[in-house]
């Protein structure tokens, strides 16, 4: 929540470092959700700095992640991905499925690997 604060204010510095955390602990507890929610927040982070298709790319992922554990976001954070898919969706018209397409073709390793790029 506080990475997304800092997204929201445009202070990128402390978004990436409370992203860095989030990453941090997911790995050390192994929490599979907050890994669906950190990929989720960096494709929000890339899309506010002006890279629509890796958010594409990352939002797939995200998709392709929840559904292999069968499970969803809660409905703040569902509807905050939401937004930001429909943003990404106007940036890129129909190049965005491309994108998003490739995300969801990726393994978590391969997601992880592209948030980390």
């Known amino acids: ?17 409370r992203l860095k955390n989030v990453f941090e602990l997911a790995q050390e507890y192994d929490y599979p959700m907050m890994i669906n ?6 494709g ?7 890279d629509a298709r890796q958010a ?3 939002f797939g992922a995200v998709d392709s992640l929840l559904s292999s ?3 969803h976001f809660e409905p703040a954070d569902q509807a905050e991905l939401d ?7 106007g940036r890129l ?3 965005y499925a491309d994108e ?16 980390l790029s």
């Open 100 to 115: 998003y397409a490739a995300g969801r073709s990726l393994s978590r390793d391969q997601a992880i690997a592209l948030t």
């Open 56 to 58: 594409a790319r990352l």
């Open 37 to 42: 929610l950190y990929v989720a927040l960096k």
């Open 93 to 95: 018209g129909a190049a």
């Open 83 to 89: 937004e930001s898919i429909a943003d990404a969706k």
């Open 44 to 50: 929000r982070l890339a899309l506010k700095l002006g």
């Open 1 to 17: 929540n506080l990475a997304n604060v800092h997204i929201y204010k445009e202070d990128w510095d402390q978004a990436s470092q």
């Open 69 to 71: 554990l069968d499970v």
